[in-house]
């Protein structure tokens, strides 16, 4: 009796544990879902690219790579869901208030290399998944990152909060006169592709200057060109040009990406579906043109380029190993020679497939200035894309600041624009990390003057109380 007693309680808990499990099944593939829709987005707002380790591991967001400011270097931090070194204590608004206000768990102020000024337009659904996708699918790395140290004042986070009322705001707002495509593809290019962090030049506070929106800006010496629909930056550009362009860095007889831009290819865009670049480049052709210059137009070459004969050619041919880091080497032609032709060619065509690309056909060489036919010397150029990858070498440490203006000036002169002339002092500049900002330069003296100002209200202050006492 007892048994029998006891079967439609064990029936009951039976159905009770296939409710049960059928139940967490469901959980399980809606949160499976959302860690997949957490991943993607965590691709399209680049997060791998900056909260990366600063050595190639199998460790994505453990931190510690060193991002160059102008107010100096800051580390990334590990955003792992690592209870000790991560965010894994984190509750979703604290997630939400990082992202969107730029303001840690502890409540200290993140400084705005962590674009939270474009994150701030994220939507709640995007940020909900984002948080599943970084607490779920991310393996957590208890591992600690070193803190950023910033020179003083830069280093008294709490003055964020003043720049954060002047400057922090939603960066989207949804457009009803405009269609589906072009309202996701601003989004992704305003808020999870922040792409005006680099293409927008910045005020004397180091905000976005808004009335210049994407009209280009130099960003540790690259320059970041105007993507606007202007004539000086992409209003010759097909959509389909650009879309290309987005998913590898490369059109031909156009431009090829470097620095941050193909980080960004590499970490980011690469992984974007056909249907988000497209909006993306959609978006990006209709944005108001601002003129920033002559209108580029590669098409043409600015000059007949005069082929060059293996008679002229062979004396430039040297066997000496210390030719490119001799320092009173600076022929240009030479140099060239010896560093370059191997894959530009000799006459600047580059290869017939355009894996090594033109001089000639080429926005490096022919834009506004010469900042990224530069960089590109000095730093190289490094881009994965889905099917190849791209690996010019960097010359910064053979050849001198006198040697890498020499090379630039016969490459503009040969195949760019004449009109730009490269001088050592440039290439220096460049080299440590661009034009210093005018807040930068500024803040000794605005340092003195906040001390001369506090010395004067103290002896105000001072002579008051005495003559009351008097």
């Given at each position: 009796?007892?048994?029998?007693?006891?079967?439609?309680?064990?029936?009951?808990?039976?159905?009770?544990?296939?409710?049960?499990?059928?139940?967490?099944?469901?959980?399980?593939?809606?949160?499976?879902?959302?860690?997949?829709?957490?991943?993607?987005?965590?691709?399209?707002?680049?997060?791998?690219?900056?909260?990366?380790?600063?050595?190639?591991?199998?460790?994505?967001?453990?931190?510690?790579?060193?991002?160059?400011?102008?107010?100096?270097?800051?580390?990334?931090?590990?955003?792992?869901?690592?209870?000790?070194?991560?965010?894994?204590?984190?509750?979703?608004?604290?997630?939400?208030r990082a992202l969107t206000e730029g303001i840690r768990a502890d409540g200290a102020h993140l400084y705005p290399a962590m674009p939270y000024t474009a994150y701030s337009g994220l939507t709640d659904d995007d940020i909900h998944a984002l948080y599943v996708y970084f607490m779920h699918g991310v393996e957590p790395v208890d591992e600690p990152t070193p803190e950023t140290s910033l020179p003083f004042p830069f280093n008294l986070r709490f003055s964020m909060a003043a720049w954060n009322f002047l400057f922090l705001d939603d960066a989207y707002t949804y457009d009803p006169e405009q269609s589906e495509a072009l309202n996701y593809g601003r989004y992704l290019v305003d808020t999870l592709g922040h792409c005006g962090s680099c293409h927008t030049p910045r005020n004397a506070l180091m905000g976005e200057s808004s009335d210049r929106y994407l009209s280009g800006a130099n960003v540790g010496g690259w320059y970041a060109p105007n993507i606007t629909s202007d004539a000086s930056g992409i209003g010759s550009w097909s959509e389909d040009e650009l879309v290309q362009y987005l998913r590898t860095g490369h059109v031909e007889n156009r431009a090829q990406a470097g620095g941050g831009m193909a980080e960004a290819i590499e970490h980011s865009l690469r992984h974007l579906s056909d249907d988000d670049l497209h909006s993306m480049a959609a978006y990006l052709k209709q944005v108001p043109p601002t003129a920033t210059g002559p209108a580029i137009d590669v098409s043409q070459a600015p000059h007949e380029v005069e082929p060059v004969s293996l008679a002229t050619l062979e004396p430039l041919r040297s066997d000496d190993t210390q030719a490119m880091v001799d320092a009173d080497s600076i022929d240009g032609?030479?140099?060239?020679?010896?560093?370059?032709?191997?894959?530009?060619?000799?006459?600047?065509?580059?290869?017939?497939?355009?894996?090594?690309?033109?001089?000639?056909?080429?926005?490096?060489?022919?834009?506004?200035?010469?900042?990224?036919?530069?960089?590109?010397?000095?730093?190289?150029?490094?881009?994965?894309?889905?099917?190849?990858?791209?690996?010019?070498?960097?010359?910064?440490?053979?050849?001198?600041?006198?040697?890498?203006?020499?090379?630039?000036?016969?490459?503009?002169?040969?195949?760019?624009?004449?009109?730009?002339?490269?001088?050592?002092?440039?290439?220096t500049e460049l080299r440590q990390g661009g034009p210093t900002p005018l807040l930068v330069k500024a803040m000794p003296w605005l340092i003195a003057a906040g001390v001369i100002f506090v010395l004067f209200v103290l002896g105000m202050i001072t002579f008051l109380i005495r003559g009351k006492k008097r």
């Open positions: 009796m007892r048994l029998n007693a006891s079967l439609p309680a064990l029936g009951a808990a039976l159905a009770a544990s296939l409710v049960s499990l059928t139940s967490h099944a469901a959980v399980s593939e809606a949160d499976e879902a959302l860690i997949q829709k957490g991943e993607y987005l965590a691709r399209a707002a680049d997060c791998s690219a900056c909260h990366r380790p600063p050595e190639e591991t199998d460790k994505p967001f453990a931190g510690g790579y060193v991002i160059a400011s102008p107010m100096g270097d800051i580390v990334a931090s590990n955003i792992t869901p690592s209870h000790e070194y991560g965010i894994g204590d984190y509750s979703e608004a604290q997630f939400k032609q030479t140099l060239y020679n010896a560093a370059c032709a191997s894959c530009h060619q000799v006459d600047g065509q580059g290869t017939e497939d355009q894996f090594y690309p033109s001089l000639i056909h080429n926005t490096a060489t022919q834009g506004v200035n010469a900042d990224n036919l530069i960089m590109s010397v000095l730093q190289g150029v490094h881009r994965e894309t889905n099917d190849y990858t791209v690996a010019m070498p960097a010359f910064g440490e053979q050849l001198s600041d006198e040697q890498i203006a020499a090379v630039s000036n016969y490459v503009l002169s040969q195949y760019g624009n004449p009109e730009l002339e490269v001088d050592a002092a440039r290439v």
